[in-house]
């Protein structure tokens, strides 16, 4: 395994690991942060190594305050991405068996980007609490065994159970008019008795966005008492026009659900890029059999968009499509990728 710290020279470990194949000293005084971490991944022969909490990889270590051997971190030894935070939720890059954990950061110092549209700060900042409160409590939450994937641990119903609601499916809960058109409830939100009901005839996908979503309202919106929501998946696709707590709540779900940083080093594994840009070599590495009828099919940035979020084979690799890997509809994945300008044309 390979340890690097930085400091005023070099100073690195390897030691030997049935799981990772490491055997020479990484010198990093010059190399930019990208290509660091570009070595460990490629030294360790496995792309998902060295994740950080929030899933991005992570190879570089503060340097430690004594001469104290370092231990390997324990997500390093155990590929997991949740390993090394402290006990206040704070991702502690300096954590190890033998290091004391480094002091928090303040709550007002958000630990992904602020969103561009800063008309959803709150949404945000609220996602950014949710989440270390869920890694604080998640041996309590999680008792037969703490999820390894940090899409796992995203849980919506987990989360509004520990904000004190109750949470269950029933076969139908009505129909209830919106904008005009008569929709099955999907979600059912009753302040007073702190209880969230969803339906079961929702496909996964649209009851999770649905129930993330109601947690939303929970957090965000207290004079809301007794609500009833339509199906939604992050899409929007009806077009139905909706009061400004909707958009807000649905925005908390696409930050509650795809996270930034985690969905960019997902979509870096996928595609191998910051930013997919159409290039001849791009369009034969999505079909080899038919580049040319591939990109008559790309007309939109939001067609280039949908066949990211849903594609299982690239450059010659299977994996599961970005939908797939956070739990969402093809179309909000879609979307979410065109937010974070992932995709251009």
Known sequence: MLLVLKGEGLLCRVESSSNLNLGYFLEIKDLEMDELIRKARLASCNPYAYLDGEG????????????????????????????????????????????????????????????????????????????????????????????????????????????????????????????????????????????????RQLPFNTRRFTVAHELGHALMHEGMRMHRDRPMDGSNQDGLRREWAEYEADKFATYFLMPEKLVRERFHQAFLCDQ??????????LDPGDKYKMRERIKTVRDLSKILAKVENYNGRHFYSLAKQFHVSVEAMAIRLEELELVVI
């Open 56 to 199: 991005g990889f992570d190879a570089v270590l503060p340097a430690p305050e004594s001469a104290a051997p370092l231990r390997v971190l324990r997500r390093v030894e155990t590929l997991n991405p949740w390993a090394g935070l402290n006990g206040d939720g704070e991702f502690d890059y300096a954590a190890s068996d033998e290091q004391p954990a480094r002091p928090a950061q303040k709550a007002s110092q958000p630990s992904a980007r602020e969103p561009e549209d800063k008309r959803f700060a709150r949404a945000f900042q609220l996602v950014e609490d949710m989440k270390a409160k869920l890694w604080k409590h998640r041996h309590e939450l999680w008792p037969e065994g703490v999820p390894t994937d940090p899409v796992d641990l995203l849980d919506p119903e987990v989360a509004l159970q520990m904000e004190g609601f109750s949470f269950d499916m029933a076969d139908s809960l009505g129909e209830h008019s919106f904008g005009g058109k008569t929709i099955a409830v999907a979600g059912i939100i009753d302040r007073p008795s702190k209880s969230v009901r969803t339906s």
């Open 276 to 285: 997919f840009v159409i290039t001849e070599d791009t369009l034969f590495a």
